[in-house]
């Protein structure tokens, strides 16, 4: 077993305070490195990285545009009644590139996207494992099995909310942007032709268990969502560990938006179908605000990581490559497996990125840093103490 490396003396070292963010020396008044770090990051890269994010915002904004323009056959199938609708997803794509752009710019995220995305579309990695990646996306991405080891509630409740708002998104999307159009040869049904861009690609009678989920799939979405957003907000109501963390903004609004959602949603259908209509109005335009907040929300809430985590599936490829060649890395300690060693380089290099100058720890396994910190601990602070 290697040891690990030697301690320098007491006034050699630098103070903890700074390597955990507080906000200077030992006296509070001397900033250290990482202060020195954040201040040049606050003075001159957010400047530079907000001007990248802005135009990136605005060329996918723009190419969305376009693409309505396009596939409604220059706005000849587009809606008006969704036009708020349709500018709300303009608003989103924005954001999602504008929050994009700035979330990689960070070290940890770069690292995550290159190893992630250069996993994902590998040839390498597809000649050694051909169904590693479908895998993986049906597993991690799809069913996201790694909650059912939490709690099997918690997981049945994520795959509710999740393919509910998969199915509205599908729906609703290209609706409001003009792709998909219904129309009647007779003007009032039952015979319908659903058309995208323009294009026949079936017909079918709306009478029909085909012709009810055709309209009804929004309210089939609606009754998915409910369920898992109600068992998410309850949990975070009584739930000790969820209530300790949790933030208003973060974890319940984006709860309450779906509920608020969904439940409008299903009412436009009750009136529709046994209200004559009543009380139509009202609830549309509550619907639709709701739905243009949710949307303009996404980038900047807790429903930004539905982006990001495609990133992650790539990066579990990157870790299952390496375990496949057998790369696992030892702790330098006690010699237990770690991850694999491609992983730990990469924690290392992101660690050197962010100047934190502890990157030979993460060669040690959790358990070992706590025999090392402690012992430092006994060594420099405590000692001469019984």
């Not at 587009?78 to 609708?85: I, K, T």
């Not at 590139?97 to 250069?118: D, E, F, K, N």
């Not at 004559?276 to 809430?301: C, D, E, K, N, R």
Request: positive net charge; charged residues 15%.
């Amino acid at each position: 077993m290697t040891e690990p490396p030697e301690e320098p003396p007491a006034s050699e070292q630098s103070d903890p305070g700074a390597r955990t963010g507080s906000p200077g020396g030992t006296d509070g008044r001397n900033p250290g490195p990482a202060s020195a770090l954040a201040a040049k990051a606050a003075g001159i890269v957010p400047r530079s990285v907000n001007a990248r994010a802005a135009l990136a915002g605005v060329v996918v904004s723009v190419m969305l545009i376009l693409a309505i323009v396009l596939g409604s056959r220059l706005l000849h199938n587009f809606d008006s009644a969704l036009l708020p609708y349709a500018v709300a997803t303009v608003f989103l794509a924005f954001g999602v590139a504008y929050r994009y752009t700035v979330w990689i710019s960070a070290p940890g995220a770069r690292r995550l996207l290159t190893r992630g995305w250069g996993s994902l579309f590998s040839a390498e990695n597809f000649r050694r494992a051909p169904t590693a990646l479908p895998k993986m996306i049906a597993t991690y991405l799809g069913f996201q099995k790694f909650l059912g080891a939490r709690s099997h509630a918690r997981w049945a409740a994520h795959q509710l909310i999740f393919w509910g708002c998969i199915l509205a998104s599908l729906i609703t999307f290209p609706l409001t942007w003009g792709w998909f159009t219904f129309t009647s040869g007779s003007g009032s049904g039952p015979g319908y032709e659903m058309r995208i861009w323009g294009f026949k690609i079936l017909g079918f009678d709306s009478l029909n268990i085909l012709g009810w989920l055709m309209f009804h799939g929004l309210d089939i979405a609606a009754v998915m969502v409910i369920p898992g957003a109600a068992y998410f907000l309850w949990r975070r109501m009584k739930d000790r560990g969820a209530i300790t963390g949790q933030r208003f903004a973060y974890d319940m609004v984006p709860l309450l938006a779906l509920i608020v959602i969904s439940v409008t949603g299903l009412l436009l259908t009750f009136s529709s179908l046994f209200l004559h209509g009543g009380g139509y109005q009202f609830l549309a335009i509550l619907h639709m605000v709701s739905v243009v907040f949710t949307l303009i929300y996404i980038p900047f809430g807790k429903f930004f990581h539905i982006v990001q985590r495609p990133a992650a599936v790539g990066m579990q490829l990157f870790k299952y490559t390496g375990r496949q060649d057998d790369q696992v890395f030892a702790c330098r300690r006690c010699e237990e497996p770690i991850d694999t060693g491609p992983y730990v380089e990469n924690l290392r290099g992101t660690m050197r990125d962010l100047d934190l100058g502890f990157d030979a720890w993460a060669e040690y396994c959790p358990r070992c840093k706590r025999v090392l910190r402690g012992s430092a601990y006994l060594s420099q602070v405590k000692k001469g103490f019984k």
